[in-house]
């Protein structure tokens, strides 16, 4: 069975704070996803990683993918009450064409 | 250009009923996924239409369904609802030339079944 799986479930940090969030896959993919969600809203692309070795950054948040491994990183620099939020990951499978997402990691920045 | 639409965004049914929700991607896209959200299974993909066609469907009863119009809009029936139903109804859109593509989310539906 595909399994995508997110480890914390739930992190609560300082602001200032650096922290990681993992996402283990157990099928071959070469393109993995990072979506934010806010309480009632839908997904907001962060990131696409599309091969081994890549690495994205945004602000506060930057993203790696390493498709040996089947492991992607999530790390958040210097946390800020904005950042408090879902984050999904998403594994892109071919066949059949879909998503498969993490369980999602509830983030909550504290001052 | 717009993003993807969805109508309505909340609903409330009762058991037994039966119920359509409504996708409109963004211009020029001819893929729509649609994805249920709920607390306790997660994200879980429902079915693909491409071009009118549903090209993948994932593990959900037959109560389920749905279908793609020609200008891409694409609906999803819930037939005879169960209180486990209840959850945010997600579509998304992409261009559906590519094996793989980035899909972009509409706002989603909040169905809630009494």
């Known amino acids: 069975e595909l399994k995508v799986e997110q480890n914390p479930l739930f992190l609560s940090m300082q602001e200032g704070k650096n922290y990681t969030i993992y996402c283990n896959y157990s099928t071959t993919s070469d393109r993995l996803y990072w979506y934010r969600q806010d309480p009632g809203k839908s997904l907001e692309s962060l990131f696409v990683?599309?091969?081994?070795?890549a690495v994205k950054q945004e602000g506060r948040l930057m993203a790696s993918l390493d498709t040996k491994a089947r492991l992607s990183t999530l790390h958040i620099t210097a946390a800020v009450h904005d950042l408090s939020a879902t984050y999904f990951c998403a594994v892109d499978i071919i066949f059949p064409r879909k998503l498969i997402f993490g369980q999602g990691t509830e983030l909550s920045v504290k001052p | 250009k717009a993003g993807v639409t969805q109508t309505p965004r909340y609903l409330i049914k009762t058991r037994g009923q039966q119920v359509t929700l409504s996708c409109s991607p963004i211009s020029g896209h001819r893929s729509v996924s649609w994805y249920q959200q709920t607390p306790g299974q997660g994200l879980q993909f429902l079915f693909e239409y491409f071009s009118e066609t549903q090209r993948n469907k994932g593990n959900f009863p037959g109560r389920f369904s749905g279908r793609q119009f020609s200008n891409s809009r694409s609906e999803m029936n819930v037939s005879t609802l169960e209180l486990g139903d209840s959850a945010l109804y997600l579509c998304?859109?992409?261009?559906?030339?590519?094996?793989?593509?980035?899909?972009?989310f509409g706002p989603g539906t909040r169905l809630l079944v009494l």
């Open positions: 990683l599309l091969s081994n070795g």
């Open positions: 998304a859109s992409s261009p559906g030339t590519e094996v793989q593509e980035t899909q972009y």
